[in-house]
């Protein structure tokens, strides 16, 4: 049990870290969450701090509801986006949701992304959805359309939020946060050859 703890809190520092030095969130931007192994919990970041900066002594733990479960200081507001995800998906691992550039731009133009890389194409097999939740942070209202998204479209691993960036979730952290960077590389393509003509 103590070594899955730190198995998931590594995995979740390094993506953590890989994130931010790829630029996909800036300033205090962006969270991610890993699913603590046979727990209904997780670890998150707190709020205020940078993805860079996440460090084995800030990093908390919350239950799938985001109530504080170890830690002194305020989880992240999307807490009710991760729990819910993980309580909707009991096979995931990681969530990373990130603020890339490109695909705030797709996701703010559109209504889905289109696979235009030979690397989105081997992750998906239907174009990015594109969720429009107006909050500044997904509530339960938002909730309730992602799950109505992931009923119709079951077999994809990440989707955008107008405004809000990219949310990928996989078996572990470090595929999600993989798959994001696929995500950004995606949305920079194809806004870049066909958005831009």
């Not at 949701?97 to 992304?113: L, Q, T």
């Not at 996989?170 to 994001?180: F, L, M, Q, R």
Request: glycine residues 8%; contains cysteine.
């Amino acid at each position: 049990m103590y070594l899955d703890f730190i198995a998931a809190k590594n995995a979740y520092i390094a993506a953590s870290h890989r994130a931010f030095a790829c630029g996909l969130a800036a300033a205090s931007g962006g969270n991610i969450s890993v699913r603590l192994p046979g727990e209904d919990r997780m670890i998150v970041k707190p709020s205020g701090i940078t993805l860079g900066e996440a460090a084995e002594e800030n990093l908390i733990v919350t239950d799938l509801y985001g109530t504080l479960v170890e830690g002194g200081i305020k989880p992240t507001k999307e807490t009710i986006l991760h729990g819910g995800l993980y309580r909707f998906l009991p096979n995931i691992g990681g969530i990373v949701h990130v603020h890339p550039v490109y695909s705030i731009m797709c996701a703010n133009c559109f209504d889905e992304m289109p696979l235009v890389t030979k690397q989105m194409k081997q992750i998906m097999s239907v174009p990015v959805p594109v969720c429009k939740i107006k909050n500044n942070t997904v509530n339960e209202q938002g909730m309730q359309m992602i799950y109505a998204m992931l009923r119709e479209k079951p077999d994809i691993c990440c989707f955008l939020l107008e405004e809000h960036g990219v949310v990928s979730f996989a078996k572990s952290v470090t595929e999600a946060e993989n798959n994001a960077e696929l995500v950004e590389e995606n949305a920079k393509v194809f806004w870049e050859t066909i958005c831009r003509k």
